[in-house]
T-cell receptor, first 108, second 115 residues
């Protein structure tokens, strides 16, 4: 059965304190792994797509990496505005399987 | 680019009435649109997938007669919640996917409250 897990469930960081979020998956026929950011009461905002092991993508303070079984979202020197829930999803065919998300809080 | 809108953003209706939610891709043609439901502090739950001009494919446990989906054009899909009940109160989010690629772009969501 296709499955996506994320850890930790919640993470509190001080401003400037770098850390990583984990997304582990088991899926047959992976067609991509996706990271989204979701603010309360809003729809998810697309961040990255990763297609193959070893691939890396960067955007401002965020960097996503992919292995055959997991992906990491590294946050370097986070700011309070980075506080959100970060969701990862894997694509098998045309549908996504979403993980439960990591709620990130960055304190000033 | 890749902007998806939803209307309305919030709706309150009485039990037994029907509510229609619109989802539009504003700057691309969406070959496939998806409807999700999200409960507080939970992840997204896929309700159905629709391709333009075809009948929607519903996930197991989702009542197709209660949640009517129409994908009449490459830029518009609608979700109608029929005979709404308080337990249908939730946050409904649509997404759209164009070509190429598998990315889904999400709308801002619709908060439905059934009284």
């Amino acid at each position: 059965e296709d499955q996506v897990t994320q850890s930790p469930e919640a993470l509190r960081l001080q401003e400037g304190e770098s850390s990583s979020l984990n997304c582990s998956y088991t899926v047959s026929g992976l067609r991509g792994l996706f990271w989204y950011r979701q603010d309360p009461g809003k729809g998810p905002e697309f961040l990255f797509t990763l297609y193959s092991a070893g691939e890396e993508k960067e955007k401002e303070r965020l960097k996503a990496t992919l292995t055959k079984k997991e992906s990491f979202l590294h946050i370097t020197a986070p700011k309070p505005e980075d506080s959100a829930t970060y969701l990862c999803a894997v694509s098998r065919g045309q549908n996504f399987v979403f993980g439960p998300g990591t709620r990130l809080s960055v304190l000033p | 680019g890749a902007v998806v809108s939803q209307h309305p953003s919030r709706v309150i209706c009485k039990s037994g009435t029907s509510v229609k939610i619109e989802c539009r891709s504003l700057d691309f043609q969406a070959t496939t649109m998806f409807w999700y439901r999200q409960f507080p502090k939970q992840s997204l739950m896929l309700m159905a997938t629709s391709n333009e001009g075809s009948k929607a494919t519903y996930e197991q446990g989702v009542e197709k007669d209660k949640f009517l989906i129409n994908h009449a054009s490459l830029t518009l899909s609608t979700l109608t919640v029929t005979s709404a009940h308080p337990e249908d109160s939730s946050f409904y989010i649509c997404s759209a996917r164009g070509v190429p690629g598998y990315e889904q772009y999400f709308g801002p969501g619709t908060r439905l409250t059934v009284t």
